[in-house]
């Protein structure tokens, strides 16, 4: 018994140094240490973020084995290019986020191509009416026009913005993501939108 006060102090600080780690700033840190190439660092860095990191992907991929590739996918990407994050531009956990995202939506299309390259095999023969060439053309200038628009968002508006409307993330989930307040992330949000209406309005 007499070793009981020790246990508990010892325990709490195994606590606190796992409340720093799971923060913001511990997750910079973590960062700093794999740009150094620090393995064990990545290896902490991917206990801590691939439960978001998976959650992400299988709302993008739904498939759970695909949704695990995704995740291996982007955290190699994020080993590999741990070097280009800057802390200035955003957190830890939205960079990671972004990068699944990308790799979810790559997956997609690659999933997407397939399918089309097999139904253009099947219907090789056959023109797409007008309307159809149209519709993409129209797509296409409509997707051009709305990366222009977050391009003029300021870095934390566009940040909030593509977690929200790319990545599907609720307001809470976004605010967890860039450790900021609920309340924050919702004004960045809104005055983003604001702005891209107001882009796609003058781009019309």
């Given at each position: 018994m007499k070793h009981g006060p020790q246990k508990m102090q010892s325990a709490r600080r195994l606590s606190a140094v796992d409340e720093r780690t799971n923060s913001g700033d511990g997750l910079v840190t973590l960062m700093e240490a794999v740009q150094r190439g620090d393995r064990s660092a990545f290896a902490a860095l991917y206990d801590q973020l691939s439960p978001?990191?998976?959650?992400?992907?299988?709302?993008?991929?739904?498939?759970?084995?695909?949704a695990e590739e995704v995740v291996q996918d982007a955290m190699v990407e994020v080993w590999r290019?741990?070097?280009?994050?800057?802390?200035?531009?955003?957190?830890?956990?939205?960079?990671?986020?972004?990068?699944?995202?990308?790799?979810?939506?790559?997956?997609?299309r690659t999933e997407q191509s397939r399918r089309d390259r097999e139904e253009r095999?099947?219907?090789?023969?056959?023109?797409?009416?007008?309307?159809?060439v149209s519709?993409?053309?129209?797509?296409?200038?409509?997707?051009?026009?709305?990366?222009?628009?977050?391009?003029?968002?300021?870095?934390?508006?566009?940040?909030?913005?593509?977690?929200?409307?790319?990545?599907?993330?609720?307001?809470?989930?976004?605010?967890?993501?860039?450790?900021?307040?609920?309340?924050?992330?919702?004004?960045?949000?809104?005055?983003?939108?604001i702005r891209?209406?107001?882009s796609l309005g003058a781009m019309a």
């Open positions: 978001s990191v998976y959650g992400l992907a299988r709302r993008v991929v739904r498939d759970p084995a695909r290019r741990a070097t280009r994050f800057d802390s200035e531009q955003g957190s830890v956990r939205s960079w990671v986020l972004m990068i699944t995202h990308r790799r979810a939506v790559d997956r997609v095999v099947a219907s090789r023969d056959q023109e797409p009416p007008s309307d159809v519709d993409r053309v129209e797509h296409d200038f409509e997707r051009q026009r709305v990366v222009r628009a977050l391009d003029a968002l300021t870095p934390l508006q566009r940040e909030a913005v593509k977690l929200a409307y790319y990545s599907g993330l609720t307001h809470q989930e976004i605010a967890e993501a860039l450790d900021a307040p609920l309340g924050t992330v919702k004004t960045r949000i809104r005055d983003g939108m891209l209406r107001d």
